[in-house]
Structure formats: C-alpha cells, structure tokens
C-alpha cells in the first residue's frame, strides 16, 4: 500500500526551488506586478493576474522567512505563475532596458530559471 502512493507522488512534476531562486523570483513577480499597476491601460485585462502573482508573492514570502535553509515544494499553479511572470519579465526588459553585457547576463540567468521551472512539467 505504501508502494502505491510513493508512485501516485512521483507521478508528480517536482522542481526543486532553492532559496537563492525564490528570492529572484520574489524580486522578478515585484517588479513585473508593479510594471503592471503602472500601464493602467493592462488593468482590466490583468486584474486577476495581478492578484494571483501578489498570492503568489505571499507564499513565496512565507517560504523565505521559514525555508532559507532548504527547498521547497510549491503547486503547478505556483509553477506556471512564476514560469509566465519569468517569460513576461525578459520580455518586458528587452523592450525598455537597452542591451548591455548585465542586461544580456540578467536575461540569461531568468530564462534558465524559467527553463529550470518548464523541466517539471516537461518531466512527466
């Protein structure tokens, strides 16, 4: 019995998220939340989102606080918000910020992370 849900778990995407990481996607889902607020004309489109990343960003929070040792496991939904947020940030940064050695390193290192995060679902 303890074999069967050991495969129903495994059946599960699992990404390991380090402390270094959440912290990057804290500051990522921060920024990207209030470029949001300040393009008023994305409002009524994006109000849900916008919601959903702040709930997001709370867990995330709540994680840092109690987890700066460790990994930690989040749901698909967790996964696919910060996986879309990751995506929006780079493109929102090659459109405003002009190119430069940080800024292609910046952008390098948060399509890793989203690539890092995609390998979950792509796993199973």
Known sequence: MGRKKRQKCSALPQVLIGPHDLKAIDEI??????YLRNHEYLL?????KIQAFEDLRTRIVSLRRGGEGG???LSLDDLEAMRQALFAF???????????PER???LKSVNGLRQ??????SSK
């Open 90 to 100: 780079v493109q929102i940064i090659r459109r405003i910020v002009p190119p430069s």
């Open 104 to 106: 292609d390193a910046t």
């Open 44 to 48: 009524p489109h994006m109000g849900k």
């Open 29 to 34: 889902l921060t920024a990207y939340v209030a």
């Open 116 to 121: 890092h995060l995609e390998q979950g679902f």
């Open 71 to 73: 990994e930690t496991l």
